[in-house]
């Protein structure tokens, strides 16, 4: 005779468009930003400990026996031990954090991704349609998930495919495919406003020593010239010199030039040439420090990156061969000692 398992029922609950506004489960879940950090309920409780998007370990209370797990993740949040398929299937759910760091809902082994959709992992797709699908950014395809791309993307909100841009830098010889390049370190960082700024050339942003930085990514060919250049288009049908993507990045509603601190360029070259290089001349023509590359940087298709943000960028480097440089406007510190001279804080300063 077969015997049944009582299991605890989830309830959710969306509102007209679509977004989910409760989630019964018998338990609660306490989030900083976008991040659950604790949950309780009538058993147990846990805490998750993370530093930015990196998952730490895991502290769970039942009774008076606590239990501490240690986590290692991949490049993506899941975890080492975690056993699945590409799109995040394992055989069995636990508390602890699955695919991608979520966290799955133990009921249904689904996942809640931001206050949105609901993930399944058996059917490779979400349970209900995006609704910026099918003309906008969702894309035909209004119930795939990270556009048919696991590996390479990710879909924390449940809205918004971020991919996760690999780079490898460094002076790489001839013979090395590019698809060798990803073996080596790699350091991963939060980044945000990821966009398009032509076809060949994405951009996003990152916090830098207490600032915010705006990183270039994009094409760069040298060919006979001193310095090199940047494909606008990817291929080799228009370039532009350091100046002149200057003066396109100037006129771009997007860009606002106090809004940074610097700009760091992912481009082949780009430090090339000393005082004429292409990260001189946009460091001169924007007003801002920019760190240009020697050597070759080889990296996935631009096409990869999403719009919006956050994201995660993972830069991949050869150790002891990867060398940057960077570049300052003229007169640069004279108009930063002025600008700190002009703040009321500064000039209580010198009274005092």
Do not use: W
Not at 50 to 74: G, I, K, S
Not at 115 to 135: E, G, H, I, M, Q
Not at 140 to 169: E, K, T
Not at 200 to 208: H, L, R, V
Request: hydrophobic share 35%.
């Amino acid at each position: 005779m077969p015997t049944q398992q009582k299991m605890a029922g989830s309830h959710y609950h969306y509102d007209a468009l679509d977004r989910l506004q409760d989630c019964s489960s018998g338990g609660t879940r306490f989030y900083r930003g976008d991040q659950v950090v604790s949950g309780i309920d009538a058993k147990r409780n846990f805490t998750l400990f993370q530093h930015e998007a990196h998952l730490l370990a895991h502290c769970q209370r039942q009774a008076e026996a606590p239990t501490v797990t240690l986590l290692a993740a991949d490049a993506q949040r899941t975890r080492l031990e975690l056993v699945c398929t590409a799109y995040g299937y394992a055989r069995t759910a636990t508390d602890l954090p699955g695919f991608n760091g979520e966290l799955p809902d133990l009921a249904s082994g689904h996942y809640v991704l931001g206050s949105y959709r609901l993930y399944s992992t058996v059917r490779l797709r979400f349970n209900s349609p995006d609704n910026a699908s099918p003309f906008g950014e969702g894309g035909l395809n209004a119930y795939a998930y990270c556009a048919g791309d696991p590996v390479n993307r990710s879909d924390p909100s449940g809205h918004n495919v971020l991919a996760s841009l690999r780079l490898a830098a460094g002076i790489l010889p001839r013979r090395v495919k590019a698809a060798d390049a990803f073996h080596f370190s790699s350091q991963t960082r939060d980044v945000y406003n990821i966009k398009r700024f032509s076809k060949g050339i994405s951009t996003f942003e990152d916090n830098f020593k207490g600032g915010r930085r705006l990183n270039i990514v994009g094409h760069g060919y040298q060919q006979k010239m001193k310095s090199a250049r940047i494909s606008l288009n990817g291929d080799k049908s228009e370039f532009l010199t350091g100046t002149q993507f200057g003066k396109r990045l100037k006129e771009s509603p997007d860009f606002d030039a106090s809004r940074f601190n610097s700009i760091q360029m992912y481009m082949c070259k780009s430090a090339l040439g000393g005082s004429e290089s292409f990260a001189a001349q946009l460091a001169k023509a924007v007003k801002l420090p920019v760190k240009g590359q020697h050597g070759v940087v080889t990296s996935l298709d631009t096409e990869a990156l999403a719009y919006g943000g956050p994201g995660r960028f993972t830069v991949d480097k050869i150790e002891g061969s990867y060398r940057s440089e960077m570049f300052y406007p003229p007169f640069y510190e004279a108009r930063r000692i002025i600008r700190l001279l002009r703040q009321p804080e500064s000039r209580l300063a010198l009274h005092g």
